[in-house]
């Protein structure tokens, strides 16, 4: 079993920054997929980036490209969303998901709010 656990989620004005934590139980070295979704009030679930195992680049929603980045720290077993230059259409919940041995994984979620 994986827990996920996301932290540094609030309230930020037009243009600001947040850093989001996913915390994972267990190794992260043998993941086959690591990624963080979003869902707007009122909208469904959107991929936000993801690193794909035997990839060397991680993946981008249209939305976010140049303005968010994923990483991961395998030493500290955790992944990170930097989120630069936000936007009040960036306002959501903010998912983090893995597929470890092919079994989907998924944190509680953490608000972000993004004021105009």
């Known amino acids: 079993q994986v827990q996920l656990v996301e932290s540094g989620g609030g309230s930020v004005q037009t243009g600001g920054s947040l850093r989001l934590s996913c915390l994972v139980s267990?190794?992260?070295?043998?993941?086959?997929?690591m990624d963080w979704y979003r869902q707007p009030p009122g909208k469904q679930r959107e991929l936000v980036a993801e690193?794909?195992?035997?990839?060397?680049?991680?993946n981008y929603a249209d939305s976010v490209k140049g303005r968010f980045t994923i990483s991961r720290d395998n030493a500290k077993n955790t992944m990170y969303l930097q989120m630069n230059s936000l936007k009040p259409d960036d306002t959501a919940v903010y998912f983090c998901?893995?597929?470890?041995?092919?079994?989907?994984?998924w944190g509680k979620g953490t608000l972000v709010t993004v004021s105009s």
């Open positions: 998901h893995v597929i470890r041995s092919y079994m989907n994984y």
């Open positions: 690193f794909i195992r035997g990839t060397l680049n991680a």
């Open positions: 267990g190794s992260i070295d043998n993941m086959q997929v």
